[in-house]
């Protein structure tokens, strides 16, 4: 499974981002997709997950209300919406993927997934 990462970039606080993530080299709608990141000196960290169905999501709870993951069966993509960006929201976002072996599965732990792609940054600017 490839997966490439886009949609980065510089925001102002308040302002909105959509990050996509591109699957490759597996049937994806057989994958549970997620959304980590990792700012400087911190270790990363979970933000979103979706099933391979999308019928179940989960967002932490830094970015409930901001935040949303969607998926499009169609163009093989995984999409993470962020609203009113904060400053603390800087880090480069990772996503990543996992075989799902039973219907509704998702991870929000590291070791959850399998397949990482190559990030893409996320700066927040005041």
């Known amino acids: 499974v490839q997966l490439q990462a886009s949609g980065g970039g510089l925001v102002q606080a308040g302002g909105s981002l959509t990050l996509a993530c591109a699957a490759s080299?597996?049937?994806?709608?057989?994958?549970?997709m997620g959304w980590f990141r990792q700012a400087p000196g911190k270790e990363r960290e979970f933000v979103a997950t979706i099933s391979a169905s999308g019928g179940r999501m989960f967002v932490v709870d830094a970015g409930k209300g901001r935040f949303s993951i969607s998926r499009d069966s169609a163009k093989n993509t995984v999409y993470l919406q962020m609203n009113n960006l904060k400053l603390e929201d800087t880090a480069v976002y990772y996503c990543?993927?996992?075989?799902?072996?039973?219907?509704?599965?998702?991870?929000?732990?590291?070791?959850?997934?399998?397949?990482w792609g190559q990030g893409t940054q996320v700066t927040v600017s005041s």
């Open positions: 080299g597996h049937t994806f709608n057989t994958l549970y």
């Open positions: 990543a993927a996992a075989r799902s072996t039973e219907s509704g599965t998702f991870s929000r732990i590291l070791r959850g997934y399998d397949y």
